[in-house]
């Protein structure tokens, strides 16, 4: 079992910056990649971003492409997403959650087996 745990979240004007943090711990030796993904009520989870944990490469929604860097600090087990020019269509529960297969491979909700409880961005116009 791996536990994750999201932080980093709040409200920011349209156009700031918001870096969220996700620390895991656990089981860490199933995490291959690390993925973020965003809800709003009445909608299915979004793909926002994954990394790979070994080597760094990352994955981002066409969506938000441009305006975001994932990162990770194998030290800490931790990963970071940084978000800028944040638009309020970016207003969601952000969750952080891990998954056991290669990078590629991780890109639904399906793929990913632990979650985070998600912390809440709010984007004001």
Known sequence: QVQL???G????QAGGSLK??????GRTFSIVA?????????NDREFVA????????TNYADSMKGRLTMSRDNAKNTIYLQM???KPEDTAIYYC???PKILRWCSRPTDFRSWGQGTQVTVSS
């Open 5 to 7: 745990v999201e932080s």
């Open 84 to 86: 800028s020019s944040l």
């Open 9 to 12: 979240g709040g409200l920011v």
């Open 97 to 99: 959650a891990a998954c």
């Open 50 to 57: 994954a990394i790979a944990w070994s080597g760094g490469s």
């Open 34 to 42: 690390l993925g973020w993904f965003r809800q709003t009520p009445g």
């Open 20 to 25: 969220l943090s996700c620390l895991f711990s």
